[in-house]
């Protein structure tokens, strides 16, 4: 049974940081692109980081230079490192698991809350 659970969100203020984590099953982790879409309020999910078995990595340019993704392979574990957070990044945060860089999810995990405010 293929899982992907998230960890990590809560409430934090604008230029603060945030670690999300997904621990995923180990069937899909080894050979599957790892990534991170979100949702805000009334608007459509969108990718917001991917990353290869490899290591080769793909940001939307809103997060670029504030966001890092990472895979610790060891653990079956996706990371999303968000710095510098602004009060558009408020979303759901989901952990997605890919056939390739370029085609759409095909696991997706239940979503964890950001949000920032002051």
């Known amino acids: 049974q293929v899982q992907l659970v998230e960890s990590g969100g809560g409430l934090v203020q604008p230029g603060g940081s945030l670690r999300l984590s997904c621990a995923a099953s180990k069937s899909i982790f080894s050979i599957y692109v790892m990534g991170w879409y979100r949702q805000a309020p009334g608007k459509q999910r969108d990718m917001v980081a991917l990353?290869?078995?490899?290591?080769?990595?793909k940001y939307a340019d809103s997060v670029k230079g504030r966001f890092t993704i990472s895979r610790e392979n060891a653990k079956n574990t996706v990371y999303l490192q968000m710095n510098s957070l602004k009060p558009e990044d408020t979303a759901v945060y989901y952990c997605?698991?890919?056939?390739?860089?370029?085609?759409?999810?095909?696991?997706w995990g239940q979503g964890t809350q950001v949000t920032v405010s002051s």
């Open positions: 990353v290869t078995t490899g290591g080769s990595t």
């Open positions: 997605t698991a890919h056939g390739t860089m370029y085609t759409t999810p095909g696991y």
